[in-house]
């Protein structure tokens, strides 16, 4: 009997959730520099 996972190995789901940090790192990195631009 197979576990059931609670969150299924779908690959739009694993595409989207990619997406979802690269946008996330994107996000952080301009912040970061917005505030060093600001601060010099």
């Known amino acids: ?3 059931l996972e ?3 190995t ?3 789901k ?3 959730q990619m997406a979802a940090v ?3 790192i994107i996000v952080v990195v ?3 520099a917005t ?3 600001r601060m010099g």
């Open 1 to 3: 009997m197979p576990v």
């Open 6 to 8: 609670p969150n299924p």
């Open 10 to 12: 779908d690959g739009h």
């Open 14 to 16: 694993k595409l989207l």
């Open 22 to 24: 690269i946008v996330a």
């Open 30 to 32: 301009s912040v970061i």
């Open 35 to 37: 505030i060093a631009e």
